[in-house]
């Protein structure tokens, strides 16, 4: 099994990104990863990891307080792929995001946020 996130990158204030959490191996058939929530969470430096976001099986989104109104968490069950969109960077979300699908972690995506 693996999970591969991707979209980070260097980012101004204000900006945007999408971050994607993209499952595969024979554990993650379409129909095995609908059936698990899909969690991003992020570690900033010299910080613990965080969770930022949630989306169960049915499709319902939780946040983290920090990132309500400004991230969305979505997914694609037939591509087998999370997503979290990003709007209205700030600076204090800088850190390295990663993805959890059924207690499986991707490598991390870095996200910076400065002008």
């Known amino acids: 099994v693996q999970l591969q996130a991707s979209g980070g990158g260097l980012v101004q204030p204000g900006g945007s990104l999408r971050l994607s959490c993209a499952a595969s191996g024979n554990t993650f058939s379409s129909w095995a990863f609908s059936t698990w929530a899909v969690d991003w969470y992020r570690q900033a430096p010299g910080k613990q990891r965080a969770w930022v976001a949630r989306?169960?099986?049915?499709?319902?989104?939780n946040y983290a307080g920090s990132v309500k109104g400004r991230f969305t968490i979505s997914r694609d069950n037939a591509k087998k792929t999370g997503y979290l969109q990003m709007n209205s960077l700030k600076p204090e979300d800088t850190a390295v995001y990663y993805c959890n699908v059924a207690d499986f972690w991707g490598q991390g995506t870095e996200v910076t946020v400065s002008s």
């Open positions: 989306i169960s099986s049915g499709g319902t989104p």
